[in-house]
């Protein structure tokens, strides 16, 4: 990072060298935890930048989760809708939900997928993982998921969901039609779509 | 799938609203919520201001993605300008501002195209804008900013956003999302 100013990439900005190391003039001097909950912790940072100030960034540390673009063989992806608590609101997303300890992102999206859905996965990769946010100290992981087969679910007591399959273009199109339209699912099949394993139509 | 699918909101009940610490940033805190099976739990979450993020596309048809080092999550990102929403500021004047501060470039034109929620422990949504006919000025950055601004071409931006030491999913959703309305 030069940060003197509009340098014009060749390509995927092919010049920055595979070791450069940006984070040399940040240091972290302190950090805090100043409320827990079961789920996560809120603290921050304290942290002398480049130019000798010291400041505070907030955070919070939930576990890394998981999404799963799950392809049925007519070419259709699955997804649930279920209310969720934390945001108040009834969420359309794809299935998906928390890593356990030790496990990888594939294992727990397989096992969300079956958990919440019932189908189960004969072949499933891991598509990209990313920060959905600067607050969240939390990973989020995207798993491609096909070879499905239905099953029964295996759903926490309280847990309530309806589950949907359609065709990409149509999954994207209901995302698009709920303000604010969640990003989980968005960002999900957008990144099976980069990836260029869904092709879908919009409508 | 329609709008007339039954919907799964009609048996919670939000009995109450916690806020158990605030940073100058966020409120922290829980929803006590009645579920449809008569239990009573504790939904955790934190609430910052809502966020832009601007898919700015040259003339020439690339995109201006900026670098910089993220505190918060301890690493150099990449992607497309974005940062908070100010009290009373419209997201289009926050899109705006965000874009001369960090880029140095106004929009003539700008299009809103989609506001979206980014995950689920914070209530906080995320509304995207192409920004056209770019005008290049000095960018107007805070003291002790340091960003790189680039130019990339569309076909080259994903895959250039997701090889940073951070992928910042606020700064690359936004790029998916305007190449899925049609971007290219």
């Given amino acids: 990072m030069t940060g003197d100013g509009e340098t014009d990439a060749p390509g995927p900005l092919s010049e920055r060298p595979d070791d450069a190391d940006d984070t040399d003039d940040w240091r972290v001097v302190d950090s805090e935890v100043v409320w827990e909950n079961p789920y996560f912790a809120a603290g921050y940072d304290a942290v002398e930048g480049p130019d000798g100030a010291v400041q505070r960034w907030y955070w919070i540390d939930p576990a890394d989760v998981v999404a799963v673009v799950a392809e049925t063989d007519p070419g259709e992806v699955v997804v649930v809708e279920q209310y969720d608590g934390r945001l108040g609101e009834p969420i359309l997303t794809c299935p998906g939900g928390a890593v356990d300890d030790g496990e990888s992102f594939v294992d ?83 990144a099976a779509r980069e990836a260029g394993l869904l092709s879908f139509e919009r409508s | 799938m329609s709008g007339d ?109 989609l506001t979206y929620r980014p995950e689920q422990w914070i209530r906080m949504d995320c509304t995207v804008f192409l920004a056209e006919n770019l005008v290049e000025r000095e960018p107007d950055r805070d003291e002790g900013e340091e960003i790189a601004v680039h130019t990339v071409p569309v076909e080259d931006a994903v895959d250039a956003t997701l090889a940073a030491d951070v992928v910042h999913g606020a700064q690359v959703t936004p790029l998916t999302i305007a190449i899925a309305e049609g971007l290219s």
């Fill in chain 1, 108 to 190: 727990a999206g397989v096992r969300e997928l079956r958990e919440e859905t019932g189908y189960r996965a004969g072949e499933a990769e891991l598509v990209s993982v990313y920060y959905p946010t600067a607050w969240a100290r939390m990973e989020q992981a995207v798993v491609y998921a096909t070879e499905l087969e239905t099953g029964d679910p295996d759903r926490d007591d309280g847990e309530h969901l309806d589950v949907y399959t359609a065709t990409p273009g149509a999954v994207l199109d209901a995302l698009d039609s709920r303000s604010p339209a969640f990003g989980v699912g968005l960002a999900s099949l957008l």
């Fill in chain 2, 5 to 113: 699918d039954p919907r799964v909101t009609d048996d919670w009940q939000v009995d109450d609203r916690v806020v158990a610490f605030e940073t100058e940033y966020f409120e922290v805190g829980y929803d006590v919520v009645e579920r449809p099976d008569g239990e009573r739990s504790r939904y955790y979450w934190i609430e910052p201001a809502d966020v832009v993020a601007v898919v700015p596309v040259t003339d020439d048809g690339d995109i201006v993605l900026v670098e910089e080092y993220e505190p918060q999550l301890d690493g150099v990102t990449l992607g497309c300008p974005s940062g908070g929403i100010h009290d009373g500021e419209s997201p289009a004047d926050a899109a705006r501002r965000e874009l001369r501060e960090e880029t140095g470039y106004v929009a003539d034109d700008l299009t809103e195209l």
